[in-house]
C-alpha cells in the first residue's frame, strides 16, 4: 500500500486552470481519470487525511503511485477529454457503464444507390439512417413487414440483388407488392430513393401527414368506383396504424427526447434510458454498474450521458435530455452535447405533466433493473468467492487467486501441435487476455516439452515487459538463468484492462479480428527472447501483452506437465506464481514436487471452477487446432505459384478436373486454359513437379481409398 504523501506534488507545481488528472499505479497503468475546474483544489482533496477520505476513494490513492495532468482551455475540453482517456485506458477505478448485450436498431442505408432497409446491431455508419434501439429484433421485423405495403423499400442483400439484376426476376417480396423491384426497373433510383426517405420521415414521427394522404386517396378512389384500389388504400392506413400502435404515445407534443433515470444503492447503480421520438417510445436500454469510485447521483448522470453520446452526432443526441440529477457542472455537459447534434441541446429535470410522470416509469424500470440485478448476482458473488477461498487453502497459498491462467494443449496424432492461454479474473473469463501458440521448438507429439515450451515464451514476454518499463534494474546478461525481478509481487487484485494496441507486438503476437482473442504464434528461435519492439513513445499507461502476471499457474495435466511448467518458471528465476495441474481421469489436483495429488471433494465449489477453467483452456485450443488442420487439408500445391490468383487457380482446376489430372498435362496443354501464359504454365508445371504428392488417404471405416476433389485436398 502507498503512501499518498510520497507522490504528492508540490502545492505550486498544480495549476488552477480546467484540466484532466490521471493517477498511475507502481506499472505506470492508469487507475483513475478525473476532470477539475480547478486542477488545484481538486487534487488538494485527494491528498488529505486518509481517515476524511471515502473508502473507495482511500483505495484509490493507496494504489497508485503518481498523478499526472493535462491543462485544457475549457471545461467543455475537459469533459471530451477525460471521456477520450477512459475509454482508452479502461481505468479500473472509474465508473464504467457495460450493455450486456448488442442492441438493434432498424437501419436504412441512404448511402447506397438504392437504399435498403435491415437490421443493424454494433458500430454506427456513416450516411445510415437509424432508428431505436429496440429491445428485439423480432420487434423491428414486425414493424417493417407492416410498413412494405406502403413504403415498399428494397430489404435484400447485395447478392440477391445483383442476381435479380442479372436473370431480370425480383424475388418474392417483388411479386407480393412488398418491395418496388428496383432491381429489374420497375421504378427508377430516383423514386426508390423518395421511398426511403418517406420510411424514414415517418419513422422520425411524421405520421399524421402519409395517413391523412392514405385516407384521401381511398376516398378518391371509392368516388371514382376503384373499389380495389380503395380497399388496398384502406388496408395500407390500417397497416400503418398497427406499426404506430407497436410504440405507445406518452408525449402529445411529439417530442424528441431521451429520459435517463437512475437506481443505486451503497455497492451498484443501474442507469435506464428510454428513447422518445415523434411523442413515442423508440426504444429503450439500461446499464447496471459497480460503483468503484466515490460518486454521487450527479456523476453517474454525467458518466451514463458520456458513455450514451461519446460517439453520437447529429440527430442521435435528442434536442431534450431529461435527468434525475443535473451532471456538476450543468453548462459545460449541454455546450458538449450541443456540440456533438450541432444544434442547441437542453438538459433539465422535469418537474411536472407527462414528462414527469414518464420519468416514474423509467425510474421504476432502473429499481427493477437493479433489484433483479442484485438477485441473480448475490449468490454467483459468494460461490465464486467461496471457490477461489477454497483453491487457496487447498493449495496453501497465502491470498486467493484473483487472476488464474490455464494452459493446454492440442494436436491431432503429432502433428499441428498447438496450446491456449486462458485467463480468468476473480472467478469470471476474462476472452480479450486469451492467447494461441503454435509449438515450432520441435516436430511431433511430447505435451511436456510443448508445455514446457509455452509457460517459458509466456513469462518471457512478461519479463520483457518489466525490464521495458524499468520495473528492475537492467544488469549484465547472466551466463544462467534469467534473474527474476526484484519487486516481483502478486498482481493487482482490480481487472486488468484488455490490449488495445492493434499493431502485433513482439515475439510473433498476432492481434485478433474484431470479437476474437489475440492470437500468438512461436518465438523467432526457440529459447530465444524476441526484441522488443519500438514504441512510438514512452510508456502512457495502455495495457500490454502479457503484462500481468498470475497468482496461479493451471496446466491441463498430471505431475509430468506440473513439473515441466514448475522447470520453465524455475529457469526464468521466477519463484512467486503457484502452480498446480488438474489431471482428467480422476480430476485431481497436482502440485510440483508432490509425490500425491491434493484431492477436492466432489461438491467443491473450488474444483468445480478449476474444472470450468480447464475446460474452457481444451475448448480454446481444440478450436485452434482444429482451425490449423481445415485449413491445412484446404492447401494446394498450386497456392506456392507466385502471381497465381484464385480465379486462374480455379479456371486450372475446373479445366482438367483434379490437381492429379493437373500435374500429368505438359506445358503447352496448361496453355490451352484461358488467361494462363507460358511463363505461368511453366511456373505451375515447376511447382507440382516439386510437391511430391501425399500419401493417398484411407478411410477408416471401410479401407477405400480416398480421391483427391477438384481443390487439389482430399474428402
Not at 288 to 304: N, P, S
Amino acid at each position: 500500500m502507498a503512501d499518498p504523501s510520497s507522490y504528492r506534488p508540490k502545492p505550486g507545481q498544480i495549476p488552477d486552470s480546467p484540466g484532466v488528472y490521471k493517477f498511475r499505479d507502481e506499472h505506470r497503468r492508469v487507475i483513475y481519470v478525473g476532470k477539475a475546474k480547478n486542477l488545484r483544489q481538486r487534487l488538494a482533496n485527494y491528498f488529505q487525511d486518509l481517515a476524511g477520505l471515502h473508502p473507495r476513494t482511500r483505495t484509490m490513492v493507496t494504489t497508485a503511485a503518481s498523478v499526472e495532468w493535462t491543462v485544457v482551455s475549457t471545461e467543455v475540453e475537459a469533459l471530451q477529454l477525460e471521456y477520450t482517456w477512459i475509454k482508452e485506458f479502461d481505468p479500473r477505478f472509474n465508473v464504467k457503464y457495460r450493455d450486456d448485450k448488442s442492441y438493434p436498431y432498424l437501419a436504412v442505408t441512404l448511402n447506397e444507390d438504392f437504399p435498403r432497409v435491415q437490421v443493424m446491431r454494433g458500430a454506427k455508419k456513416k450516411g445510415v439512417r437509424y432508428f431505436g434501439p429496440y429491445g428485439h429484433a423480432w420487434a423491428i421485423r414486425e414493424t417493417v413487414d407492416l410498413m412494405l405495403r406502403v413504403f415498399p423499400v428494397r430489404t435484400c442483400s447485395a447478392g440477391v440483388f445483383k442476381n435479380a439484376e442479372r436473370t431480370g426476376r425480383p424475388c418474392l417480396l417483388g411479386y407480393i407488392g412488398k418491395c418496388s423491384a428496383p432491381c429489374v426497373g420497375r421504378v427508377t433510383p430516383e423514386e426508390h430513393r423518395d421511398l426511403a426517405e418517406e420510411f424514414c420521415d415517418f419513422m422520425a414521427g411524421r405520421t399524421g401527414t402519409y395517413i391523412r394522404r392514405l385516407e384521401k386517396d381511398m376516398m378518391q378512389a371509392a368516388e371514382e368506383m376503384e373499389y380495389e384500389r380503395a380497399a388496398r388504400l384502406r388496408d395500407d392506413a390500417e397497416a400503418l396504424k398497427r406499426a404506430m400502435e407497436k410504440s405507445a404515445v406518452v408525449l402529445a407534443d411529439a417530442t424528441d427526447a431521451d429520459l435517463i433515470a437512475v437506481a443505486e444503492d451503497e455497492l451498484e447503480a443501474a442507469v435506464q434510458i428510454f428513447h422518445v421520438r415523434g411523442g413515442r417510445v423508440r426504444g429503450q436500454r439500461g446499464w447496471v454498474t459497480d460503483k468503484v469510485e466515490a460518486v454521487d447521483t450527479a456523476g453517474l448522470v454525467e458518466h451514463a450521458l458520456q458513455q450514451l453520446y461519446g460517439e453520437e452526432s447529429g440527430d442521435s443526441v435528442p434536442k431534450e435530455v431529461l435527468v434525475p440529477a443535473l451532471p456538476e457542472d450543468p453548462e459545460a455537459v449541454s455546450q458538449w452535447l450541443a456540440g456533438r447534434r450541432g444544434s442547441q441541446v437542453s438538459l433539465r429535470i422535469p418537474q411536472r405533466g407527462d414528462k414527469k410522470d414518464l420519468m416514474g416509469t423509467v425510474q421504476r424500470n432502473a429499481q427493477q433493473a437493479l433489484g433483479l440485478h442484485k438477485t441473480k448476482r448475490a449468490s454467483d458473488l459468494t460461490t465464486r468467492s467461496r471457490a477461489l477461498e477454497e483453491i487457496a487453502e487447498a493449495l496453501g497459498l497465502d491470498t486467493a487467486p484473483l487472476r488464474v491462467e490455464c494452459f493446454d494443449i492440442s494436436h491431432l496424432q503429432g502433428d499441428d501441435v498447438v496450446a491456449s492461454m486462458v485467463v480468468f479474473e476473480d472467478g469470471l473469463a476474462r476472452k480479450s487476455e486469451y492467447r494461441r501458440f503454435q509449438i515450432k521448438g520441435f516436430e511431433g507429439q511430447d505435451d511436456v516439452r510443448s508445455m514446457h515450451e509455452v509457460i517459458g515464451r509466456r513469462f518471457k514476454r512478461y519479463l520483457q515487459e518489466k525490464e521495458r518499463t524499468g520495473e528492475w534494474e537492467e544488469t549484465p546478461a547472466p551466463t544462467g538463468p534469467v534473474p527474476a525481478p526484484t519487486d516481483a509481487g502478486p498482481a493487482p487484485t482490480g481487472p486488468v484492462p484488455a490490449p488495445t494496441d492493434g499493431a502485433p507486438a513482439p515475439g510473433g503476437d498476432v492481434p485478433a479480428s474484431p470479437g476474437e482473442p489475440a492470437v500468438v504464434v512461436a518465438a523467432p528461435a526457440p529459447g530465444d527472447i524476441a526484441p522488443v519492439r519500438e514504441e512510438p513513445r514512452e510508456d502512457d499507461g495502455r495495457p500490454k501483452r502479457f503484462a500481468y502476471p498470475p497468482q496461479l499457474v493451471v496446466v491441463d495435466g498430471g505431475q509430468p506437465q506440473v513439473a515441466a511448467a514448475k522447470r520453465a518458471l524455475d529457469e526464468l528465476g521466477i519463484d512467486d506464481i503457484a502452480v498446480c495441474g488438474l489431471a482428467k481421469r480422476l480430476e485431481e489436483v497436482w502440485l510440483p514436487d508432490d509425490d500425491d495429488p491434493v484431492v477436492l471433494p466432489r461438491s467443491s465449489e473450488g474444483l468445480y471452477l478449476l474444472q470450468r477453467i480447464r475446460d474452457e483452456a481444451h475448448r480454446f485450443a481444440i478450436t485452434y487446432q482444429r482451425a490449423k488442420r481445415a485449413k491445412r487439408i484446404r492447401s494446394s500445391p498450386l497456392d506456392e505459384v507466385s502471381g497465381l490468383g484464385e480465379t486462374r487457380k480455379q479456371a486450372l482446376i475446373k479445366h482438367f478436373g483434379s490437381v492429379k489430372k493437373l500435374r500429368q498435362a505438359t506445358i503447352d496443354q496448361i496453355c490451352e486454359v484461358p488467361g494462363i501464359g507460358r511463363r505461368t504454365a511453366e511456373s505451375v508445371a515447376a511447382a507440382l513437379a516439386s510437391a511430391a504428392p501425399a500419401a493417398p488417404a484411407v478411410n477408416t471405416a471401410t479401407g477405400e481409398i480416398i480421391e483427391e476433389d477438384d481443390g487439389g485436398s482430399r474428402t
